[in-house]
């Protein structure tokens, strides 16, 4: 070889190579691109303590909660819970703990199967490794063979480390089986694109006129979202606000309105009701400086709902005259052997929000006529008695968004 081909090949090769280095490297500082790669995957071909997975609830390890080397989706072995004559069907797996960034929005993906729906969870820990108020839990879709699934779910405040728990519905929904687990980073046009599916759902819903007076309850809210800027929301309650802070809110408002950016906290707690929340102001709503603070409980007894919450309104306003509240009425009419505890609910949250001159959603009424306008029964929007489902989720979310833009019509 000539030493002029000699030298092409030398240049052609260097070419080659800076070319590759010039890729790694644009991969490299290109933002975001880090984010591709999974935070937490398994094929569960490692055994299923010495990996890390515990067992919750009343979940026995051998019995009811199983490495199973039968029929799994790839490779040996799956996850596994099963039926068991002398334990609970509260019993599930929970993982190892993974690293989670604030805010950051998250897609799980694994194949399953079982005759039922069954639960999937996101728990989420903090700095010390407590356990916090909010979680993001959904069901995992019936399936009689291997079916990939995906869900989407964000970083709960102040969450640093998450793990996923798979537990049963019902004795009825077993064996639930899992393979191929994945959690990997995603953005918000992603999420929005997925919510835009489950929302393709939810058919047109019918409200009766505003008042004139209700476009002039949230000032501060509607001027940001008219002229742009940062928006930034506080959904206080218990787990059935943790389950609106799942619906991915903030991306439908800002898909409504595109001048805002939307940050939203849920700063609430399972469980926990207006007369305990009347002394934690200070931490779940002033320290976050809110221009509009959501609230939705029915953790509440209802001789002690009004006067709390007139007090949770009064401290905040202390503070900030320029904070909107937006309360939401239950969901439902009744729940659990409480029959008729939502009409309570509403009509004292009624009272407040004249009293105070704040807004209100009557999330019930809307719930009620969208079941009758479509046809469809209250199981379709709930995954047990009380609490959302997807669909019940990106309903909720829609009538606050189409609530804000029927106010901005008038203004």
Known sequence: MSIVSKTKVSIAGTIKFLGLALLIYWLIVTPGWAEIKSIFTTDFETEMFAAGWTNVGAGEYGKNLIWSDTGSYSGKHHLSIV?????AVDGGWESPPFLVKPNQYYKVSFFAKSP????WTILFYNQYGALIGGDHSSLINAAQEWTKQEFYFQTKFPGVTGSIVFKPLTEQSLPLDIDNLSITPVTREDVGKWVELVYGKVRTIDYKPLEAREKQLLPNTIKKLKYGGNL?????GDSIA???????LDILLERRFPKTHINMQFTGKGGISWLKLQSQVQQRIINHQPDLVICMAISNNPKYLSSPLLRIIDITKKFSQKTDFLLLSPHLRSWYEKKNDGLVHRNALLQVANNRQVAIIDLMTAWENYLIQNNKQVDSLLRDSVHMNELGRQLSAQIIVDYLSRIMQGV
């Open 83 to 87: 039926k068991h004559q002398d334990i």
């Open 116 to 119: 039922q729906p069954n639960y």
């Open 232 to 236: 930034n929301i506080v959904l206080l």
């Open 242 to 248: 943790n389950d609106l802070s799942n619906s991915f």
